[in-house]
Structure formats: C-alpha cells, structure tokens
C-alpha cells in the first residue's frame, strides 16, 4: 500500500508483523480535555488498495487506560490527510505528545451492493425485533 507523508507525520507502523492495525502517530503536542474531544491530523495519506476499507480504530492502551476512544472511515478513494478525532470520556485532561501512537488504521476488504428500492423485504426469524428482543 503506498503511503506519503506531510511534513512532521510519522510513517505507520505495526509493533508486531501480524497485528491488523497500523499505528498512526500525533505530530503535535495537545491536549484532550476531560469530557470533550480534539482533532489531530495525522499527515499521513494513503492509497487504499481496491475493494477495501480504511477504518479507524481506538488503541487500547489509550482506551483502557485513558478513555480515549476513536472512529473513523476511510473510503478507497480518499487520498487526502488521515484526520482522527480523539474523544475523552474520561474526567481528566489528556495530554497527547507529538510521536505517540493515537489511532489504528485497519484496512479491511467490503462489498459495495448496488441499492434496489423494494416494497418490502423478506421475512426473517428475527424480523424487526431489536434493542432488547432477545432479553438483554
């Protein structure tokens, strides 16, 4: 997959050759107050091979252990910056410093079906139960 760089961006990286996401990295230092969210743009674009999808995924490090979260999609054709939003949910301000590793990026192969407008779809087992029907 061909990857480019802006100035200050960090090449993605995978900590071991078989882990799914690539590590993308802050270039600046910010911080993430408590409750709220801050934008970081990564500098890093990238040429998503044909048929999948580029999604954005939470470290867990951060997530477990500083309410980070993050979600992103990356259509195919998008080869501008990659720009994660961090939110924090926690109740303390995050500092993020420029080199740390933020977000993942995994790239995962989709269906794009044509859409057919129908009058109605057919009847399945679970039919239109949901948020709860199954007693949770």
Known sequence: ????????????????????????????????????????????????PHGTVGMLKSKSGLNVKRNILCEGVIDEGYTGPIVAKLYNHGTEDVTIEAGMKIVQLVVLPILTPELE?????EDT???EGGFGSTGQ
Request: charged share 20%; hydrophobic share 45%; glycine share 10%.
């Open 117 to 121: 407008l129908a009058d109605s779809l």
């Open 1 to 48: 997959m061909k990857v480019t760089l802006d100035p200050g961006a960090y090449m993605p990286t995978r900590a071991h050759a078989t882990d799914a996401g690539l590590d993308l990295y802050a270039r600046e230092d910010t911080v993430i107050p408590a409750g709220g969210s801050a934008v970081f743009d990564t500098g890093v674009h990238v040429a998503l």
């Open 125 to 127: 087992e679970r039919g």
